[in-house]
């Protein structure tokens, strides 16, 4: 009777913390929504179908490809040189208020952006990707070169140095977390997993909104250099490359990107021992950054 009792216990407990678990996801969702509100997002018709992008300040133009779990409002990672640049930020496929084509390679990601840029009336830009979205900041500047100043890499999915033998046939977070309260549950894992700290999860919030977007990134973009490798002849590139790499990234294998960085003409590669995936409190790489602007402007 007293092991039947403690075993209701510990299932009321857990019941209890699943509960209030709730309740909190529940109201940070809400939060998340509301704070959507507050990014002036555009929405425009494209070819493929919709889609959303935030555009702010004037000067150079910065094209930004955001990773996984992101969306338009990563400009929120720029908020630091939204006073010096114009800063465009479109949700990829799948990402809020983005919507999915039938066709969701990277190439056809190009495709979309350089209608929108056509739309906007921008010639060049400077493109700037991050995390998963290197593979299309990467097929970008191998299709249209014309349109790209330069190209600049943080913690960047990156290319293979040799053709891979085999590869993942999905690499990222699972189908079944990709929901707010699955990801929601697993926040505290957040720094042993993924070196970030658990508050993270309120950026990445409402999942549902970037849910297609994310199961694309596993399913399609996180393996199209290794599945494709033929298609990204790196030592071709038309373009000067900065790249940004932390060691302890716990996301972005560092290994890899040290290990191809010599198959990308004129780059220069920035290595840190720490920063994380977020290269965070790093002024030598917005020194590094700035500088890269201004000699390719």
């Known amino acids: 009777m007293i092991a039947i009792a403690t075993v209701f216990i510990i299932l009321a407990i857990i019941l209890l913390y699943l509960s209030v678990e709730l309740i909190l996801c529940n109201n940070a969702v809400k939060k998340a929504y509301r704070r959507l509100e507050t990014y002036n997002a555009q929405s425009i018709e494209l070819s493929n179908g919709k889609m959303t992008y935030v555009d702010s300040g004037k000067g150079e133009v910065l094209f930004v490809v955001h990773g996984i779990c992101g969306g338009y409002d990563t400009i929120d990672m720029m908020k630091d040189k939204q006073n010096d640049y ?16 039938s066709d969701t390679s990277p190439s056809n990601q190009v495709n979309a952006f350089i209608e929108l840029l056509d739309k906007l009336n921008i010639d060049k830009v400077f493109l700037f990707g991050t995390s998963a979205g290197g593979t299309i900041a990467i097929k970008f500047a191998l299709e249209h070169p014309e349109r790209v100043k330069g190209l600049i ?47 993270m999860i309120h950026s990445m919030l409402p999942i549902k909104e970037r849910r297609a977007g994310m199961i694309n990134d596993a399913a399609v973009n996180n393996i199209d250099m290794a599945k494709n490798f033929d298609d990204y ?13 932390a060691k302890d990234d716990k996301m972005a294998d560092y290994n890899q990107i040290a290990n191809s960085v010599s198959r990308f003409p004129n780059c220069k590669f920035l290595v840190f021992e720490t920063g994380g995936h977020l290269l965070e409190n790093n002024s030598e790489l917005n020194v590094a950054f700035t500088d890269f602007i201004v000699e390719n402007s």
């Not at 114009?86 to 949700?91: E, H």
């Not at 002849?233 to 790499?245: D, G, R, S």
Request: hydrophobic share 40%.
């Open 153 to 199: 890499l943080y913690s960047t999915a990156a290319p293979f140095a040799e053709k891979p033998s085999s590869y993942p046939k999905y690499a990222g977070v699972p189908k079944f977390l990709t929901n707010d309260y699955g990801l929601w549950l697993c926040r505290h894992f957040f720094k042993p997993m993924m070196g970030m700290d658990a508050q």
């Open 233 to 245: 002849p790196i030592e071709t590139l038309k373009v000067k490359t900065l790249i940004a790499q």
């Open 86 to 101: 114009r800063i465009i930020v479109p949700s990829r496929f799948g990402y809020l208020g983005s919507e999915m084509p």
